[in-house]
């Protein structure tokens, strides 16, 4: 159905992750970048490390599956091709500055006007009203502003960032959804609308329990390192331990929940003659991490801990496979490129990048349908990839086209 | 009950949620004005409704911050899918939603008979969407998923932390919970768009953990370009230097400040009346910033320990230079942009009273999401949706109920 559908995307890095999930979903996603290329293009990381407009690692990541034309609006020319564009379309996702557009006189307010059924998404980095619209911004920046970032880290040390940017992957996913939401109510009404999407919302909108932490007990939650608070009235719980190889992710968790997987870990344990007496008395059906002690959790963690000292990650997983204990190794790159379930599930595909002589491994989908197929089939385009076939869609002869390079419009 | 007016009216939703995936997939749903109808047992209530924070410090299902939080505008049924009766009333409730969700580890909805196929028996155009931590099927299938151990699984720790150190959660523990729901929402609206025009049905089956992998994919390519497995670098940007969290005046206040470009680092070193620092040989361009970044976070830390994160962020924003208070949930609940953003709802819950819940993560300017009701008890819309909803008699809800059916 979507497949009858076209968005003009002329996001720059804030806002890729909306159109990729557009397009994953069958919708005719065509990027509208200046002549040259998006200067998103020009941030590394890059293909082998040589930059290269058409080598960034990020513009590859989530702009597959999407067509790419070259467009200057700010040019009187530009700016009427882009009215043409925006008549055939059925979305605009942007991520401009707030007010930019408008100035330009390609504003949401005046097509809204003209094409009533449009849907037209702005990611910016705090939305488009409010006392922040104007303010700079970078990953780390928005990050900490939406409460995420002050929860990272050791306790006696600063904040910690996720170092491969996150608030535009929140806010582009978001922006999907409204895109959805908007068409949903468009297909009833006939009526577009404006998805206005703001960075900071987004990446705030899941913080754990913080905010009723806050409003419940006046606490804050505090970074923990390797731990975990908020859990627990007394103790912090460890959530990063070292095993042979590497790092596994394990919590204690209350409730019946929590009862079904220890106990299969300490049978596990068992097994190998390393469960407590103590532990294998525990009553873990009425184990309650809101009250349980610190001594009581150090009877706990010190043989769990030594038990996964003892064991390499994929040991530690194949046998967590086999008993249902939720535990988490650390994946690398390569672990995740070689990881049973993923490989199982067609996870990864190859996709080929003629430009670069060679194919890269990507994500296959995301989504996955029984009737629909949600695969990706081709790669990020290259700058301009696409104007032949896009403008001579619109009309345009190979002397328009000429004289339109030539004017350095596309 | 009252009406719901939004862009999912009329649509009904049975959904067997767990956890926070659960409730976020459907909110987005449930605040746009669809009919969620939560199953739920008092005999297993869902982890959230026994985890801390509670009300008073008083431990009960009814009073935990964490799940209140997150359910807003859904609607809680109480059923004992182990009674034998609750069979009969479950294929009731299938034959009269649209999408049938759950986020169980897969193995619970086929003990109880409700795999893709049987649902289609009952009801043939049905959409299931599945949600669980490795998909549905697979060899991970039975391994019991949180968002604790999804986040190292799917590689963020990677990325997280210091060179030296080892690897770190993301302090906003089970963050992997808040990437799968977009996926899930924005593909069962595509799915109900395709019903709407077809009439079939279909299943949808997402996995967190595969989802999870898009927002470290620009990781793994590097890897693949170079194969080098990632290093964990703090704070520092390969692109820009200032790039960090400065202390500030206060207990545990802190800023962040990014200079990418030559004009914000001239704006910078004028804010922090340093102006002859830009002609520093040490720090002239980003290599050599870059280079030098310890001696120059000195020199950033020296400065912003005098001021409040919030005058940091105003001085340097006012000047071009990107910067913000590093939040924490007070900032959080109380930031002047947040506020405008429809992002908190104050309502009155039945037991925990005033109580902040959850509220939309985008805008839409038609058709704005909306804080219909609180995040229900356990159990508090049973009688309605039975007798109203599906047209049971009293004589038969009050039957079922005294055998323990809805519990």
Request: contains cysteine.
């Amino acid at each position: 159905m979507l497949n009858r559908l076209r968005a003009l995307d002329l996001t720059d890095d804030k806002g890729f992750l909306c159109g990729k999930i557009l397009a994953d979903l069958g919708v005719n996603v065509i990027k509208v970048e200046k002549p040259g290329g998006d200067p998103s293009r020009a941030i590394g990381p890059f293909w082998g490390g040589v930059p290269g407009p058409d080598r960034n690692l990020y513009w590859f990541a989530y702009n597959s599956d999407k067509k790419g034309i070259t467009l200057d609006i700010e040019k009187p020319r530009g700016r009427r091709i882009f009215e043409k564009l925006v008549a055939a379309a059925d979305f605009v996702l942007e991520s401009y500055p707030p007010g930019y557009l408008d100035k330009l006189g390609l504003g949401y307010d005046r097509f809204h006007g003209i094409y009533k059924k449009l849907i037209w998404a702005s990611i910016t980095p705090f939305g488009a009203g409010g006392p922040y619209r104007h303010f700079k911004d970078s990953d780390i920046v928005v990050m900490g502003l939406s409460g995420t970032l002050y929860q990272t880290g050791e306790a006696d040390g600063p904040p910690v960032h996720i170092s491969l940017p996150q608030a535009c992957l929140h806010a582009g996913a978001d922006a999907a959804v409204g895109c959805m939401v908007a068409y949903y109510h468009r297909e009833t009404t006939g009526l577009g609308q404006r998805v206005d999407v703001s960075m900071q919302q987004s990446a705030a909108w899941f913080q754990a329990n913080a905010i009723p932490s806050y409003e419940l007990n006046g606490s804050i939650l505090k970074r923990a390192g390797a731990f975990r608070t908020g859990v627990s009235s007394q103790v912090a719980q460890r959530q990063v331990w070292p095993c042979r190889d590497g790092y596994i992710f394990f919590n204690v968790i209350g409730g019946r929940t929590g009862a079904k997987t220890l106990s299969a870990l300490i049978a596990w344990m068992d097994e190998e003659r390393m469960a407590t007496d103590f532990m294998l008395h525990l009553d873990w059906d009425n184990f309650d991490m809101f009250t349980v002690t610190g001594d009581v959790m150090d009877r706990i963690s010190g043989p769990v801990g030594e038990f996964f000292r003892r064991y390499t990650r994929k040991e530690l997983l194949a046998g967590a496979v086999r008993r249902g204990v939720s535990i988490g190794p650390l994946s690398g790159m390569q672990d995740l490129l070689d990881d049973e379930c993923l490989n199982a599930r067609s996870y990864w595909t190859q996709i080929e990048h003629p430009e670069l002589g060679t194919s890269i491994t990507y994500p296959k989908e995301y989504i996955r349908s029984s009737l629909m197929d949600y695969s990706t089939r081709s790669p990020a385009p290259l700058v301009g990839e696409h104007n032949e076939e896009i403008y001579k869609e619109l009309g345009f002869t190979n002397k328009d086209l000429q004289s339109l390079k030539k004017e350095a419009i596309i | 009950m009252e009406k719901r007016e939004g862009v999912f009216s009329g649509l009904k939703i049975l959904a067997f949620a767990w956890a926070v995936v659960g409730p976020l997939t459907m909110k987005f749903f449930a605040d746009h004005g669809a009919t969620v109808i939560r199953v739920e047992t008092s005999h297993r209530p869902c982890t959230m409704r026994s985890s801390a924070p509670y009300k008073d410090n008083q431990p009960g299902v009814n009073r935990g911050g964490y799940f209140t939080y997150y359910n807003a505008n859904i609607l809680s049924l109480a059923l004992n899918m182990n009674h034998p009766g609750a069979a009969a009333v479950v294929r009731r409730l299938v034959t009269w939603s649209d999408v049938f969700f759950e986020n169980y580890t897969p193995g619970v909805i086929e003990r109880w008979g409700l795999d893709y196929e049987s649902l289609k028996k009952l009801r043939p155009d049905i959409i299931m969407l599945r949600q669980s931590g490795y998909g549905s099927w697979g060899p991970y299938k039975n391994l019991p998923a949180f968002g604790m151990v999804l986040v190292p699984i799917a590689g963020l720790p990677n990325f997280i932390g210091w060179p030296s150190k080892e690897p770190l959660p993301v302090g906003v523990s089970a963050y992997t919970d808040c990437i799968s729901p977009r996926f899930a929402a924005a593909a069962l609206i595509a799915a109900l768009d395709h019903r709407n025009k077809t009439g079939e049905g279909q299943l949808l089956d997402l996995s967190q953990f595969e989802t999870a992998i898009s927002f470290i994919l620009p990781g793994l390519l590097e890897y693949e370009s170079t194969g080098k497995e990632p290093e964990r670098i703090g704070n520092s940007s390969p692109h820009a230097a200032p790039h960090g969290v400065y202390r500030c005046q206060g207990d545990d206040r802190w800023c962040t400040i990014t200079v990418s470009t030559a004009e914000e680092w001239r704006a910078f070193c004028d804010v922090i009346g340093k102006p002859g620092l830009v002609k520093d040989p040490r720090f002239s361009t980003l290599e050599k910033r870059r280079e030098n970044e310890a001696e120059l976070n000195k020199i950033v830390g020296a400065w912003t320990v005098d001021f409040s994160p919030e005058e940091v962020m105003a001085r340097l924003q006012k000047a071009g230079v990107p910067s913000g208070v590093v939040s924490n949930a007070a900032d959080v609940l109380h930031d002047p942009q947040l506020r405008q953003r429809n992002i908190f709802w104050p309502m009155q819950h039945a037991e925990m009273g005033d109580f902040t819940h959850l509220g939309e993560s985008f805008q839409l300017s038609e058709t704005p999401a909306q804080p219909y009701s609180p995040a229900p008890l356990l159990g508090e819309h049973t009688e309605q949706i039975m007798t109203e909803m599906l047209g049971m008699s009293d004589e038969e809800f009050v039957t079922l109920m005294r055998e323990g059916v809805f519990e």
